[in-house]
Each structure stands twice: as C-alpha cells, then as structure tokens.
C-alpha cells in the first residue's frame, strides 16, 4: 500500500474516532433507548467503502472500535463487544448491497444501520443471555433509518466533494 493511501486511511480513521468522541457527549434520545447514537462516525466508513474498498472501510471501522474501546469504554468490555458486533454485520452487510447496484449510497447507508442495531442486538442476547433485549430492536431500528438517511446523505456528499477535488499532501 502506498504512503498517500495509508495517510488518508489514517486521517479517515482519525476524524471517524473523534466524531464518535464527540457524539459520545451528545445525548441523543438517550432516555428513550439507552445507547441510541446518529452513527456520525459511519459517514467515514460509508464514504471508505465507496472511495476505496471494503477491506479499508473494515479497518477503519474495526480500528475505531478499539480506540473508543480503549478511550472511553475499555476493550473487550460488554459495550465494546456491542459495537464490535454492530460495526462488523454493519459493513458486511454495506459491502454486499453495494455489489447489487440496487441501492444509492444513502440506501446502502440505511442498510448498515439497520444492520448495526441488529448486530448490537445479538451481541446483547448472547452475551448477556437476556432475550428480552430483543424488545430493543423495534426502537433501535425505528430509528435506525433516519440516521442512515443523514449518515448516507452526508457521505453522499463528502463522496462528490472528494471527487471533485484531489488533495494533495
């Protein structure tokens, strides 16, 4: 991998861990569904998946992970095995509707929130062993798609400004 790739992968993984830090101080309904976030650090993962590959989109997500991991919630705790999970159905899922060509990028963005929420979910019914958090689902999806709308339209955006421009280093 060349030395330009590997520092805009770094900036990309930088602006993603500190748009999750700022959003981690935000309460975003928080007293309606405990962990409820926009995902606004997703607008880097979605536009890595459609600048570069899906391999680099998968390493910035999963690196961000474990920075907030390390930085706020502590690696390998329950949440960040929520995230993990999330993060992980999240751009798997991304990556394969975006192959079909059925779906615009804010489409493939709805997706993986969907699919985040549904992740998290699983996570949480597996390691807690509570299949009541499957009443979660329903809220957590509900506004699942919003959020992939705002996350899709903005990496909708940061996606023709980038092509628009080639910045140089």
């Not at 993990?84 to 991304?94: E, K």
């Not at 709308?149 to 140089?168: A, T």
Request: aromatic share 14%; hydrophobic share 60%.
């Amino acid at each position: 991998m060349e030395l330009r790739k590997i520092t805009k992968l770094a900036m990309l993984l930088a602006v993603s861990v500190v748009l999750s830090l700022i959003e981690s101080f935000i309460p975003f309904f928080s007293g309606v569904v405990p962990g409820l976030k926009i995902g606004l650090a997703n607008i880097v993962v979605v536009f890595s998946l459609y600048y570069f590959s899906f391999k680099d989109a998968l390493l910035i997500s999963v690196l961000r992970v474990f920075i907030m991991g390390l930085l706020m919630t502590g690696v390998f705790s329950v949440t960040f095995y929520f995230s993990l999970g999330g993060a992980l159905l999240s751009i798997i899922s991304m990556a394969i509707i975006k192959k079909t060509h059925l779906l615009s990028i804010i489409g493939v963005s709805i997706v993986g929130s969907v699919c985040h929420s549904l992740g998290q979910v699983i996570v949480a019914i597996l390691i807690l062993r509570q299949t009541a958090m499957i009443y979660y689902l329903p809220w957590l999806l509900l506004f699942s798609i919003p959020t992939g709308i705002v996350v899709g339209f903005f990496s909708q955006l940061l996606l023709k400004y980038y092509k628009n421009i080639e910045i140089s280093f």
